[in-house]
């Protein structure tokens, strides 16, 4: 005997169902027709529709329908992460449903979650958060990882050992941009030289290390005098300290023989004119043919 909770749940679902084939049909007859190209209000019909969804048939609507469809699937997402809707509906048996189904999908739609997760997650709680930062951070693909540093902020207490350990296992400038902007300066500093023979690609974030970490003791950055001495220099403007005449000229005679143009931009900083004039007449810069 059907009961009438059994009923009414099968109502509810075919009622579900009804909207999220509706709104895919409306889509893809328009889609193909030439009255989709003159209906200015072609898209604002759509996310009136997309408003009266509730959280799981979004899910349905992306998963089953969108992605069939680049774009439908940039349409709903662009819904989903401009409006209104995620802060006013309730994601968290979504969300949760999506982690706990994510590494059981092949990687086209682990990817299609990820988009999907990283629109709703930030509207979460913190449990959840972690939940999605986990899952994220442990992965061997940088894509995956690069979510979990995007919420680390807000979690920096928590996983502060797990966002060094993973720069230092990785080399990701996601990981190293997390740790400048959440790090202690004496944080960086004591673990300087790591970060800096980790050989990490991007002058930018080097200078912001400089930057932040301007009130701590010289000493920490003696090893860029032979390691990185174009930085050194940086490290001393930093500190508005007077730079040695000659350690300059021992690092001008260097970058004569490595011809490295950097050179010139630090010895205007340094305001040396002289040793500027002379490498300027010294070392050829011109492109070979």
Not at 11 to 38: A, E, G, N, P, W
Request: aromatic content about 14%; overall charge neutral; proline content about 3%.
């Amino acid at each position: 005997m059907i009961t009438r909770h059994a009923r009414d749940s099968s109502q509810i679902l075919l009622m579900q169902t009804s909207k999220v084939i509706f709104i895919s049909d409306y889509f893809f007859d328009k889609h193909t027709d030439d009255d989709f190209f003159r209906d200015q209000f072609f898209y604002l019909k759509l996310h009136a529709l997309f408003n009266c969804l509730t959280p799981p048939e979004i899910k349905t609507l992306y998963l089953k329908h969108s992605l069939h469809s680049k774009k439908f699937q940039s349409t709903l997402l662009n819904f989903i992460g401009r409006g209104p809707y995620v802060s006013h509906n309730d994601f968290t048996s979504t969300a949760r449903e999506l982690l706990e189904e994510y590494t059981s999908q092949p990687y086209p739609l682990q990817i299609a979650y990820r988009r999907f997760l990283s629109l709703i997650i930030m509207s979460l709680d913190k449990e959840i958060i972690r939940e999605y930062f986990n899952l994220f951070i442990k992965s061997e693909r940088i894509n995956d990882r690069k979510k979990a540093y995007e919420v680390a902020d807000i979690l920096w207490s928590d996983v502060e050992e797990i966002i060094w350990d993973t720069f230092f296992e990785f080399g990701d400038i996601g990981a190293l941009e997390t740790v400048i902007k959440n790090a202690t300066p004496h944080d960086i500093v004591t673990e300087i030289k790591r970060i800096w023979k980790k050989n990490f690609p991007d002058n930018r974030l080097k200078k912001l290390i400089i930057q932040k970490t301007s009130e701590e003791e010289l000493g920490y950055f003696d090893f860029l005098k032979t390691f990185e001495p174009t930085f050194y220099i940086h490290v001393l403007l930093a500190r508005n300290q007077k730079i040695d005449r000659r350690f300059l000229s021992s690092i001008v005679k260097e970058m004569k023989k490595t011809q490295n143009g950097f050179l010139f931009y630090y010895l205007g900083l340094a305001q040396e004119w002289d040793l500027l004039m002379d490498c300027l007449k010294t070392i050829k810069t011109e492109r070979r043919e």
